[in-house]
């Protein structure tokens, strides 16, 4: 059966840096698209970042846009999530996605049990 592992999460200050690691077990990250999202509290869980089966594809919120960004590491089986510039309003519970798709839809989803990252001063 698969996992999805999340760490990284904390408490940073407005304008500082955390990375959030999301480590997979039980079957291959390199064979499914990867996302981050969020959920703050109150309200309903949110596309972050996304990342392509193949690599080659990113999709970014425009809310993140140009300070976090999506890698995948396949030596590890982890796929990482650098956060540059935090705001207050990142304050979320970010989880980890991976799935993997045939030409009639989702074969395969896994999410990670999240990590809570407050932004305050």
């Known amino acids: 059966q698969g996992q999805l592992v999340e760490r990284g999460g904390g408490l940073v200050q407005p304008g500082g840096s955390l990375r959030l690691s999301c480590a997979a077990s039980?079957?291959?990250?390199?064979?499914?698209?990867v996302s981050w999202h969020r959920q703050s509290s109150g309200k309903e869980r949110e596309f972050v970042v996304g990342l392509s089966t193949s690599g080659r594809q990113t999709s970014y919120s425009d809310s993140v846009k140009g300070r976090f960004s999506i890698s995948r590491d396949s030596a590890e089986n982890t796929v990482y999530l650098q956060m540059n510039s935090l705001k207050p309003e990142d304050t979320a519970v970010y989880y980890c996605?991976?799935?993997?798709?045939?030409?009639?839809?989702?074969?395969?989803?896994?999410w990670g049990q999240g990590t809570q990252v407050t932004v305050s001063s």
């Open positions: 996605k991976a799935a993997n798709y045939s030409d009639f839809g989702p074969l395969k989803t896994y």
């Open positions: 039980g079957f291959s990250l390199a064979n499914y698209a």
